[in-house]
Each structure stands twice: as C-alpha cells, then as structure tokens.
C-alpha cells in the first residue's frame, strides 16, 4: 500500500540552526500538509499546499517557516532558525481531494529536538 | 473558534470487551469527521470516516456514530484486542477551510488489559 515517507525519522539541532525535513508524499496526491503534535498535546495543522503554492497557514507557521515542492516528488519544511519551542513531532500528509472528503495519509513523522 | 475535544484521555478495558471512545465538536458546520489511531512512534493512521448526512458508519470491528444535535460522535472497537491498544484521535475537516484542513482533538489512550 503506497504510503507517505518521511526523513530523518529524528533531527537534534541547535537553536538558532537551520533544519529542513522531508516528506514524498503518496504519488497520485495532489494536496499536501504539515502539522505537528508536541509531546502529549494535539496534532496541530501548520500549512496547507497545492498546486505549488502555500492554500492556508496557521498562526504558528510564521516568518521562520516555510515549505517547497523542489521536484515531483519531495515536499520539505524548513526552519530558519530553530527556537526550543520548535520541539516536536513534525507529520507530512497527503490527500486526493478536499472539500469534505479530506482523509489525509500521515507519515511516520520526524520528531525535532532542539537544544 | 473551532475546536474538537475527546472526553477521557485514558480509556482502559479488558481485552474482548467492547471500547467506546468519545468527542465533541464545536462548529454545527461541520460535516466530515475521521478517527485515527497513532500507535507509539507513528503517525496518525486512518480508521473510519463518517460525514454529516449520515449517522452510523461501520467498519471491519468498528463504528462511527454521529449525533449533529448534540454535536458529538463515538467511536465504538468491538471485542478490543492487545493490538488495539494506541492513542486515537477525533478530527473534524474546517468548515471554514477548503484545502483539506483537520482540526483534532486530544487524543484517548486505550490501554487493553489482557
């Protein structure tokens, strides 16, 4: 069963450094996400992607923040510049469609150590 | 604003007795909700979906009830198994987004009991 891939599966940086975190997506998806979940809390959305272009952000998904679809396949996050708080388990998703059929395909997800 | 709340965050139950996870909504507009189910180091895996037109979704050992009046929805695992221990999450698609937005909830941890 095609499945959305995610690397490194752990990331330990210094604040203030640079981090960027990878995702391929299922291949046929046209829609694309982050989101994070900090430990013991709720997953929480960050950006939304389609059709190279960012479609919704939230609050958290400042300046520091920012996502590209290089080529056909990769979908990455950078981090600019890492605050402590920026600790989390980072999950790409996928989809098909939206629009009230939005079942989203989670990676495994990266979880984000800054020191 | 939007919101998606479960009611215990710690459900534990002896193992091939029935599980019932419970959520709450906030937005009557919503119409499309998702259980998922996150074992340890993973992410997010899909279990059932429902939308708001329908009441009552099942699946292979689970079912997803919605009630729009009172703007709950339950997930129920018959005969729960060891396998079934993880922590599962309500979501609710944004009525007020068009690209695929979820909001979740907290998160239940069902603990099956052998």
């Known amino acids: 069963e095609p499945e959305v891939t995610q690397t490194p599966s752990h990331q330990v940086t210094q604040m203030g450094q640079e981090v960027i975190l990878r995702c391929v997506p299922i291949?046929?998806?046209?829609?694309f996400y982050w989101y994070r979940q900090i430990l013991g809390q709720k997953v929480e959305f960050l950006v939304s992607?389609?059709?190279?272009?960012?479609?919704?952000k939230s609050e958290i998904f400042d300046d520091q923040f920012s996502v590209e679809r290089p080529d056909g396949s990769n979908f990455t996050l950078k981090i600019r510049s890492t605050k402590l708080e920026d600790s989390a388990m980072y999950f790409c998703?996928?989809?098909?469609?939206?629009?009230?059929?939005?079942?989203?395909?989670f990676g495994s997800g990266t979880q984000l150590s800054v020191l | 604003g939007e919101s998606v709340g479960l009611h215990l965050p710690t459900l534990s139950v002896q193992e091939g007795d029935n599980s019932i996870i419970n959520c709450a909504y906030s937005?009557?507009?919503?119409?499309?909700f998702i259980w998922y189910k996150q074992e340890s180091g993973k992410g997010p895996q899909f279990i059932i979906d429902i939308r708001s037109n329908m009441d009552k979704r099942q699946g292979q050992r689970v079912t997803v009830l919605l009630n729009k009046t009172v703007k709950h929805l339950s997930l129920q695992i018959a005969a729960t198994q060891p396998g079934d221990s993880a922590v599962y999450f309500c979501?609710?698609?944004?009525?007020?987004?068009?690209?695929?937005?979820?909001?979740f909830g907290q998160g239940t941890t069902l603990q099956v009991k052998p």
């Open positions: 992607f389609y059709n190279n272009e960012i479609s919704e």
């Open positions: 979501a609710a698609a944004s009525p007020s987004s068009n690209t695929g937005k979820l909001i």
């Open positions: 291949s046929n998806h046209l829609y």
């Open positions: 998703a996928s989809t098909t469609e939206v629009g009230g059929n939005e079942k989203l395909f």
């Open positions: 937005n009557s507009a919503s119409d499309y």
